[in-house]
């Protein structure tokens, strides 16, 4: 079974530029999150989709950021424009919705520099 | 508001010793409660999980953790180091009882495994 992946791995950016990331999860998991990891910092919940339905989006920063999942399948999150303090590592991960202890698998992440 | 706390940056032990990795945690209900990791390049992956029953859970590669609820602690343990086990280690909790969807997560630990 292929594991959660996300698109690109790395990516640099100038200052007031638009990023686009991108998650597939695990076949078949309905529930989908994005975290981001700011250096040295703990990792932070930033949202989460139930198949294309935003369920919790209350930790996304401000609304520079703007998460699709349309279809239900793999998902995106916008960056626009993008300031320096956005700089980090940007999980995602994918669970079950049958999973009652909704146990987390994460992709490799995105490591996003703004300069 | 839920939290995570793993007091050591970084952890040394010599090969074939136990080792420790320290993890408190805070939620207003029970917890769910997860140990990740992270080896270099690499996505985070899954270690172990309590829900509930038994305070002892074992995981992969030979990993356990012990649960106490009366002193709120969740420490990864393993009876004999490997070189391979050195990595970042994330203590992740998630309420039972509601607030955020996301696990919320600790600063990470360091372990650094010497042969």
């Known amino acids: 079974e292929a594991g959660v992946t996300q698109f690109p791995s790395h990516s640099v950016i100038e200052k007031g530029q638009t990023v686009t990331l991108r998650c597939d999860p695990i076949?078949?998991?309905?529930?989908l999150y994005w975290y981001r990891r700011v250096m040295g910092k703990e990792i932070k919940f930033l949202l989460h989709?139930?198949?294309?339905?935003?369920?919790?989006e209350s930790g996304m920063p401000n609304n520079r950021f703007l998460a699709e999942r349309t279809g239900g399948t793999y998902s995106t999150l916008k960056v626009q424009p993008a300031e320096l303090e956005d700089s980090g590592v940007y999980f995602c991960?994918?669970?079950?919705?049958?999973?009652?202890?909704?146990?987390?698998?994460f992709g490799p992440g995105t490591r996003l520099t703004v300069l | 508001a839920q939290s995570v706390a793993q007091p050591e940056d970084q952890v040394n032990v010599a090969e074939g010793n136990p080792l420790t990795v320290k993890c408190t945690y805070s939620?207003?209900?029970?917890?769910?409660l997860f140990w990740y990791v992270q080896y270099p390049n690499r996505g985070l992956q899954f270690l172990l999980k309590?829900?509930?029953?038994?305070?002892l859970v074992k995981g992969s590669y030979g990993f356990e953790a012990e649960f106490n609820k009366s002193q709120t602690s969740f420490h990864l343990k393993k009876p004999s180091a490997l070189v391979s086990d050195s990595a970042l280690y994330f203590c992740?909790?998630?309420?039972?009882?509601?607030?955020?969807?996301?696990?919320?997560f600790g600063k990470g630990t360091h372990l650094i495994i010497q042969p």
């Open positions: 992740a909790v998630r309420d039972r009882g509601g607030g955020a969807d996301g696990l919320t």
């Open positions: 309590y829900i509930t029953g038994d305070n």
């Open positions: 939620v207003s209900g029970n917890p769910y």
């Open positions: 989709f139930v198949k294309e339905s935003k369920q919790d």
């Open positions: 076949s078949g998991h309905d529930n």
């Open positions: 991960a994918s669970s079950h919705l049958q999973d009652y202890t909704d146990t987390q698998y």
